[in-house]
């Protein structure tokens, strides 16, 4: 299989793209984070758990996974007879390679008898060894199934730190990880333009830091940030995740008056994940002409991995 040079590549992408998933029987899954033309082309947009189950459902030749690895990962366990490929391998996340399996298994180790309940941005050695994968949208439904039991929460801290809010417990054993798109924005920043525009509704993710959650009004995952500005079409939002969620608002109501949080630095595109944003039309054409490359999961580490994905996908539903 060859690589395809930029110079061989058809003067109009989509069109291209569009043909070759037709030709391979291909399905495009893509998240929020995208930029607008690979959501656009895509079969299924959504958050983590939308995707997660379009996964486990879907019926094709080749799914081609729009995302950062652990999603793609999180495809591969859900349905093993498919393969997986993505446009670009080193798609990563701060959250999920910032808790390796063999640190996770020690810290563990060092909790016994703890209910470990895993947001999905992992990999899949950590999630085998989980008790209840959780998303943003499912996080503290998911927790509440151990009442009174110790539990480990990882790998994100803020998430966790807004679980125990919600839940009203202060006692989880937290891994300490953090994504490194939402934890830059500004709470300053974010205090001056809520000051600028008093008629706005601040809409956060749960992975920003606490700072930034206690000035919003609404606090969800990408698919409740989105619903939450489309319902209210008149009233400006402010929003603080990444700015692929736009595009998906943009869509559906497109005269609202959008406002981004503020990043710390001011001249950066802090809101764009720059794991996501590896993710190019080009790299999408060559993924699907090349088939590959593909993500794959060892027979049995997947096969651990899949009980408590299966789990949280039985209990959200
Ligand atoms: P959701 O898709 O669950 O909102 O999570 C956002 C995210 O950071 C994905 O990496
Ligand atoms: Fe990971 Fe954050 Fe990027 Fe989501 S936005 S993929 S949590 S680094």
Redesign the pocket.
């Known amino acids: 299989m060859t690589k395809t040079d930029a110079g061989e590549r058809p003067a109009d992408l989509e069109a291209a793209i569009q043909e070759l998933k037709r030709e391979k029987g291909a399905v495009i899954l893509a998240h929020f ?1 995208q930029e607008s033309e690979i959501q656009d082309l895509a079969d299924v947009v959504g958050d983590s758990l939308a995707l997660a189950r379009a996964a486990q459902e879907i019926d094709c030749r080749m799914i081609v996974f729009c ?2 690895h652990f999603m793609a990962e999180t495809a591969a366990i859900l349905n093993p007879g498919i393969p997986v490929v993505v446009p670009d391998l080193e798609a ?5 390679d910032g808790c390796p399996p063999e640190e996770f298994k020690a810290f563990i180790a060092d909790h016994p008898g703890a209910k470990v309940v895993t947001y999905i ?1 992992a990999s899949a050695g950590v999630k085998a060894m989980s008790d209840l994968i959780c998303t943003s949208s499912n996080a503290v439904e998911m927790v509440k199934h151990f009442e009174g039991e110790k539990v480990i929460l990882a790998p ?1 801290r803020h998430l966790a730190r807004w679980i125990g809010r919600e839940t009203g417990r202060d006692d989880f054993i937290v891994w300490p990880g953090a ?4 934890e830059l924005f500004s709470a300053k920043g974010l205090a001056k333009l809520r000051a600028q525009h008093p008629d706005a509704e601040v809409l956060a993710h749960p ?1 920003c830091d606490q700072a930034i959650l206690d000035q919003a009004d609404f606090i969800a995952s990408t698919t409740g940030i989105i619903a939450r500005a489309v319902a209210s079409p008149d009233r400006p939002s402010i929003i603080a995740t ?1 700015d692929g969620v736009f595009h998906a608002i943009r869509k559906q109501v497109p005269d609202k008056v959008l406002y981004q949080a503020p990043g710390m630095d001011e001249s950066c595109a802090c809101n764009q ?4 944003r590896l993710n190019t039309l080009e790299k999408l054409y060559d993924c699907l002409l090349n088939e590959g490359p593909t993500v794959t999961v060892p027979e049995e580490l997947a096969k651990q991995a899949l009980v408590p994905i299966e789990r949280m996908l039985e209990l959200s539903k």
């Not at 994504?179 to 939402?182: D, F, L, Q, R, S």
């Not at 994940?273 to 996501?276: F, L, S």
């Open positions: 984070y995302g950062v990563g996340c701060s959250l999920a941005n994100d994504c490194i798109v939402h992975e990444e994940c720059p794991y996501m």
